[in-house]
C-alpha cells in the first residue's frame, strides 16, 4: 500500500529552527508538496519539491531525498504564526496526491 | 483571500435531514475537488472534476452526491447521513486538468460538519 509517515506533533520555541520529516513509500513518484495549515482554515501552499536536494523559500527550507524516500521541511525563525499544522502530500505513477495525516507544531515563547 | 469560497462554514444537521455543501472558485481553474478531513488522518478525496466532468469516485458512500453545474461551482448533496460522517469537508480547485501533472491546489476553508 501507499503510505506517507510524518510525526503527529512537534513543539519548538519562537526563534529557534524545527524540522518537520516526512517519508513515504508510493508507487511511482511525481512530486512531493508541502501545505500548511492554520486551525480552522484553508490548507495553503508552501513548496513543491521533484529532484532531489533543498529548495530555500525565506524562511521555510524543503529537502527531498527521493532514494531514501524521504522529505524535510525546515523552519527558521521560528514566530508565533507558524503554529499550524503542516501536511505532507506525494503525487504518484498516476498523478494522485497521497497525503499524510500532517504535523501539528505547536511554537511557545 | 485564496479565491476558493466555501459555504456554510459550519453545519449541524439529523440523520434523516438533506443538505447541500457549495463551493466556488474565483480562479479560473479547470479541476476542483471535494475531500474530506477528520483529526489526526490523511485528507481523504472524494471526488474530482476535471472541466465539469466527474473523473474520479473513491468509493464514496451514496449518501454523498456530488454536482458540478460549471467549472467554477462544485456542489456536494448530502442526505441520510451518519454520525461518522462528521469532518470538515474541503473544497480544492487546481489550474490544469485533473489526471494529468500535478498542480498546486488551492483550498476553500471548509465546511464543519456535524450529524447527530
Known amino acids: 500500500g501507499q503510505n506517507i509517515d510524518q510525526p503527529t506533533e512537534m513543539t519548538a520555541t519562537e526563534g529557534a529552527i524545527v524540522q518537520i520529516n516526512c517519508t513515504y513509500q508510493t508507487s511511482g513518484f511525481n512530486g512531493l508538496f508541502w501545505y500548511q495549515q492554520h486551525a480552522g482554515e484553508a490548507p495553503t501552499f508552501l513548496s513543491y519539491n521533484v529532484l532531489d536536494g533543498l529548495e530555500e523559500k525565506g524562511r521555510f527550507s524543503s529537502f527531498l531525498s527521493r532514494s531514501k524516500g524521504y522529505s524535510y521541511l525546515l523552519l527558521k525563525e521560528l514566530q508565533m504564526k507558524d503554529s499550524a499544522s503542516y501536511l505532507c502530500?506525494?503525487?504518484?505513477?498516476?498523478?494522485?496526491?497521497?497525503w499524510g495525516a500532517g504535523t501539528k507544531l505547536i511554537i511557545k515563547p | 483571500e485564496t479565491g476558493v469560497t466555501q459555504t456554510p462554514r459550519h453545519l449541524v444537521m439529523g440523520m434523516t435531514n438533506k443538505k447541500s455543501l457549495k463551493c466556488e472558485q474565483h480562479l479560473g481553474h479547470n479541476a476542483m475537488y471535494w475531500y474530506k478531513q477528520s483529526a489526526k488522518k490523511p485528507l481523504e478525496l472524494m471526488f474530482v472534476?476535471?472541466?465539469?466532468?466527474?473523473?474520479e469516485n473513491n468509493s464514496v458512500p451514496s449518501r454523498f452526491s456530488p454536482e458540478c453545474p460549471n467549472s467554477s461551482h462544485l456542489f456536494l448533496h448530502l442526505h441520510t447521513l451518519q454520525p461518522e460522517d462528521s469532518a470538515l469537508y474541503l473544497c480544492?480547485?487546481?489550474?490544469?486538468?485533473?489526471?494529468?501533472?500535478?498542480?498546486?491546489?488551492?483550498f476553500g476553508p471548509g465546511t464543519r460538519l456535524t450529524v447527530l
Open positions: 480544492a480547485s487546481s489550474p490544469g486538468l485533473a489526471g494529468g501533472p500535478t498542480d498546486t491546489q488551492y
Open positions: 502530500a506525494v503525487s504518484d505513477s498516476n498523478y494522485q496526491l497521497i
Open positions: 472534476y476535471s472541466l465539469e466532468e466527474r473523473v
